[in-house]
């Protein structure tokens, strides 16, 4: 089973900033806050992820809380292209060795909205 | 990132056929991994592809049923056998690159399959 809980749904109005949570308040001091997304059945797209200190990419920013039992992403600009279900996914990383696989839960269907 | 293409995009196939679906990547590639999108369904590993020997399974998914070939650092293959209605679902590979700590899986676009 999924080691998150994320809301099933969520909107968003275009230009405004999204932000999706999760909850993983079993996660270990090992694991990494991955977190994709997949617009209508395409293959799923990497967007971000971090182990304890907050991250931005040219995509999104991710922010972890403090004790890492929940973390947050923010989308600053949503866009009508930015709808599609948001997986937050936490898994082990090793270096230089395989991560393991990725266990997808059910996700939040975001909808972003003119 | 890694770039990942696979062949068919989509097809419908008859009841009790194979059909063997092939993804090549841009660059060598230590993981592979196969899964299952079922309709309105998230994803599940099917396998991890490994190079050089055989396929690691996960529970629910048989060699039988899902072969998978390897045979270098960018490809990989996966047959669907004696295909019946209930194998009608997206099909996707993923790679990462093991360097580093917390790498990452990229995918590929997807096969999507409709048995009849």
């Known amino acids: 089973d999924a080691k998150t809980t994320q809301p099933p749904s969520m909107d968003c109005a275009e230009g405004r900033a999204a932000n999706l949570p999760c909850n993983h308040s079993t996660i270990s001091g090992n694991e990494y806050v991955y977190w994709y997304r997949q617009i209508h059945s395409q293959g799923p797209q990497y967007i971000i992820h971090?182990?304890?200190n907050n991250e931005t990419n040219e995509m999104a920013s991710l922010i972890i809380t403090e004790d890492r039992k929940s973390s947050t992403l923010i989308l600053p600009h949503a866009t009508l292209r930015d709808t599609a279900v948001y997986y937050c996914?936490?898994?082990?990383?090793?270096?230089?060795?395989?991560?393991?696989?990725?266990?997808f839960g059910k996700g939040t269907k975001l909808s972003v909205k003119p | 990132s890694a770039v990942i293409s696979q062949k068919p995009s989509r097809d419908i196939c008859q009841r009790g056929t194979s059909l063997t679906i092939q993804c090549q990547v841009d660059?060598?590639?230590?993981?592979m991994f196969w899964y299952r999108q079922q309709p309105g369904q998230s994803l599940t590993l099917i396998a991890t592809?490994?190079?050089?020997?055989?396929?690691?399974?996960e529970s629910g998914f048989v060699i039988d049923k899902f072969p998978i070939s390897r045979p270098n650092l960018t490809f990989s293959t996966l047959t669907v056998s004696n295909m019946s209605p209930e194998d009608s679902s997206i099909y996707l590979c993923?790679?990462?690159?093991?360097?580093?700590?917390?790498?990452?899986?990229?995918f590929g676009p997807g096969t999507r399959l409709l048995v009849l």
């Open positions: 660059s060598q590639v230590t993981m």
């Open positions: 993923s790679v990462e690159r093991g360097v580093g700590y917390g790498e990452t899986q990229y």
């Open positions: 996914i936490v898994r082990v990383g090793y270096y230089g060795g395989s991560q393991g696989n990725l266990i």
């Open positions: 971090g182990l304890k």
């Open positions: 592809a490994n190079q050089g020997s055989e396929a690691t399974y």
